[in-house]
Structure formats: structure tokens, C-alpha cells
């Protein structure tokens, strides 16, 4: 028979921190799982651009002038 000072009123706390915890722990994992995923999709997006699309975003993006795109589009063409 188990003595009421084994399962007193701290005992359902621990249990609730022991759940939240695990609970806790195991979203965390997912978590970090679906960034690497998404993380390495990415990636794999980027290296598979074509040169001119690159080239027509870093213009878009105002990284380099119209001369330079005209060029370097010239270049690749």
C-alpha cells in the first residue's frame, strides 16, 4: 500500500512539469526538424536559379545599375 507521504500534494506538480517537459521537448524537435527541411530546400532552390534570373533579381532589387545588368545579360546571352 503506498503511504500518503509518497503521494502528496508535490507529486501532481512534478507530474505536470515532467508532461510539460516532454511536451515541450518534443515541439521543440519538430520545430528544429521543419527549419533544417525547410532550411535545406532553400538551398537546393538557390543553387538550381539560372544565371539571368539572378541577375534580373539583383537588378530588381536595385543591387546593380542598368548598364551593368544590360552587360553582364550581354555576357550570359
Known amino acids: 500500500m503506498i503511504s500518503d507521504r ?3 500534494p508535490g507529486m501532481g506538480l512534478w507530474m505536470t512539469f515532467n508532461l510539460l517537459f516532454w511536451l515541450l521537448l518534443t515541439v521543440g ?3 528544429l526538424a521543419v527549419w533544417a527541411v525547410d532550411a535545406i530546400r532553400r ?3 538557390r543553387e538550381s536559379e539560372l544565371p539571368l534570373e539572378i541577375l534580373k533579381k539583383r537588378y530588381a532589387r536595385g543591387e546593380i545599375s542598368k548598364e551593368e545588368y544590360e552587360a553582364k545579360k550581354q ?3
Open 6 to 8: 509518497m503521494m502528496g
Open 29 to 31: 524537435i519538430v520545430l
Open 75 to 77: 555576357d550570359l546571352l
Open 43 to 45: 538551398t537546393r532552390e
